[in-house]
């Protein structure tokens, strides 16, 4: 699905002008490529936040600026390192009759047969670089990892045949899952000491409390 955002040509070069777009809930980005001029643009943040969160951040999106409407994909967020909000994002104008490369999100499905046995399920990777037309990106990859046993890693290229719809970027070696092996329980060293008996540490020669040093001669 498109949806529109509308942007505005911004000012750069100086730190305090972003300061000032954040102060005045504007959210600052850029818009190249496919016939378009690279420009500093900045968005009500509120407005792009809320279709972000309807429409997902892998749809193709009509950003228009000055009137003039441009089909883009989100390709770079930028987040605040400390309080994690958006501070910059990043469109990139495409030609929709060609195909892409995005990054669309790894979503596992099924419960693996490891987990069920206690081991834990690990995803190294969250998401996936694909080869897709513009109108068929996907808003997620879903793998299913039912078969996954303890110790079995699932790779690429053990599901790059499973989809048509889209080519897969990645090498067949780019892990999606893991199961590993149920951690060993610690022995309470501390709970065994507790429970040591006066008879226990005179049985073995040792005493309860060390004696008083005594004087050198």
Known sequence: ??????????????????????????????????????????????????????????????????????????TDIQRDAIKGLV???????????????????????????????????????????VKVKPNDIPDNVEIDVSGLAVGDTLSVGNVRDQFTEFSIVEDDDYTLATVTPPVAPVEDVDADAENVTADDVEATGEKLTPEKPGRED
């Open 1 to 74: 699905m498109t949806t529109v955002l509308k942007a505005k040509k911004r000012d750069t070069g100086k730190r305090s002008i972003l300061t000032q777009l954040r102060k005045e809930g504007q959210l600052a980005g850029v818009l190249y490529g496919y016939e378009t001029n690279t420009t500093p643009i900045s968005l009500d943040y509120r407005e792009t936040a809320k279709i972000f969160q309807t429409y997902g951040t892998t749809s193709v999106f009509k950003v228009e600026v000055d009137g003039k409407r441009v089909n883009a994909v989100l």
């Open 87 to 129: 501070k910059h994002v990043d469109f990139l104008a495409i030609n929709m009759k060609e195909e892409l490369e995005v990054d669309v999100p790894v979503a596992l499905v099924g419960t693996s047969v490891g987990v069920k046995e206690g081991g834990v399920l690990t995803q190294p990777n969250h998401t996936l670089k």
